[in-house]
């Protein structure tokens, strides 16, 4: 059993590389296939790994990879310690870890520790009668007739029901309760014998894929492993002891949080959190419009020109203001497997996704682009369930399609193939690739590159670096920022609106131009009575450097 002598163990600062990292994130069963069988594979991305690394980005973040009957894309693992045989083998992943290595590049896995797959099988041990070594791995009542919320009734050996974290089939893992309720006695607290060997066996899992070249790991629902522990205390505690073990073996290991509130996930001993839709709506009120998994009537980043950017620079703010001073980092990604792309709904041209990328890739946030926002991916509605992509609010599947590598190739898999892990977008439309991207300058992709390239020489543009917002509620349009670092300083102008836009500033500052391929469309004119006077045009941004 791991008791307090873990936690007794101290905590190590935050690897000093992550403040430079650029993710990559990868779904990794529509990345790249490389035996036509129609899904993705470990050996394509170990084959795209000079792509990557060309367009800018230095870390990868892998979709779980490992054995599952994919009810829900992999998140339901029947065996954390093999690589799922549609993707290849353990040994395909190893030679990913060192290919990626020799290319001064890093690989981060998916580790869903909140619970398994019902066919796992030490969820089959546990519904067993007799009292076995899994019997409390599970979080069980003692009673088939009692269904409290969230827990699941069937046909077991063991009288009881079992309490599911998402889906049925994802049967929570024993972490124990925060706060006990008495009267519940499947209620364990967290010192119990169950929750302490489920403890002892998320160490062992990410001790084996780190030994065996992976360098850290992100981690699925991360606040929600500890049941019923209001003021998290529980749950600190326990990233703390996982903490204080993975950075006594692993000092450049890396622990990313999916929670979606950085203040509280940096406080329990994570390094790097998503803002993102989760817990707070400042995401949301950036991004999402009319078409997506999450809709919404109005948002920033909008042709219409109608949102907001007030409720996003407070949430921003104040994380920042939380998170930052060394202890860990927040990150803004372009999007995931779980939301829309920002390709969506009327914001569909080259010009509005240069507009949102200047966005992405110029905040004090640890970038991250997830696979194809950076050739102008679309969000495709309309496909069918696969693999548990549809919810109760939208359909995943769309943000979840294969990489456009090629328009004559099926956008990378086989036309073929009756196993398609999706059926390839018709090759008549006018859809992105990367193949026709890398040969227009003024492409996406490049601009991307550019974008990636300047914020890595940049300190006022990296973490390091200060923010200030000049919008208010009566000044939404343009967005207006400052970044800043020592005696570099940068000004970003974005108009996502298809309307010209106006903001006047109290500024003197001679202004000069960083790169005219990452200015369009907005003039600066300093005038010492009236100040600066910034004109956007529709779908425009401006990178100035002021002297």
Known sequence: MLTGSLSAQKIQPVPN????????QIYPQSFQDTNNDGIGDINGITQRLDYIKWLGCNTIWINPCFESPFFDAGYDVTDYYKVAPRYGSNQDLENLFNEAHKRNMRVCLDLVAGHTSDQHPWFKASQQQTPNEFSHRYIWTNDSTLKPERFVAGKFERNGTYRKNFFDVQPALNYGYGKPNPANPWEQPVTAEGPQKTKAELIKIMDFWMDKGADGFRVDMAGSLVKNDPDLSATNKLWKDIRSHFQSKYADGILIAEWGDPAKSIKANFMMDFLIHLRNSGYSSLFFNKEGVYRHDTCYFSSQGNGSPVNFINIYNQQLKEVIAGKG????????????????????????????????????SVPLVYYG??????????????????LSKGNRAGTRTPMQWDKTKGAGFSDADPKQFYLPLDSSLNRPDVATQLTDSSSLLHFTRKLLALKSTSKALRTEGSIRFYNTAEHTYPLVYQRKFKNETFLI??????????IQLKSDKKIK?????????VELNADKSKGLTITAKASSYGIFKLN
């Open 329 to 364: 980092y927040l990150c803004l990604p372009t999007s995931n497997h779980d939301f829309q792309r920002p390709a969506s709904g009327d914001r569909n041209t080259v010009e509005q996704l240069k507009a949102a990328m200047v966005f992405f890739l110029t905040l004090p």
């Open 17 to 24: 590389w992550l403040k430079t990292a650029v993710f990559y």
């Open 493 to 502: 102008v974005i108009n996502p609106s298809t309307k010209e836009q106006a």
């Open 513 to 521: 131009k960083v790169n005219s391929t990452l200015v369009d469309g």
């Open 373 to 390: 926002d950076e050739i102008g991916m679309k969000y495709v509605s309309g496909l069918p369930n696969k693999e548990g992509s549809v």
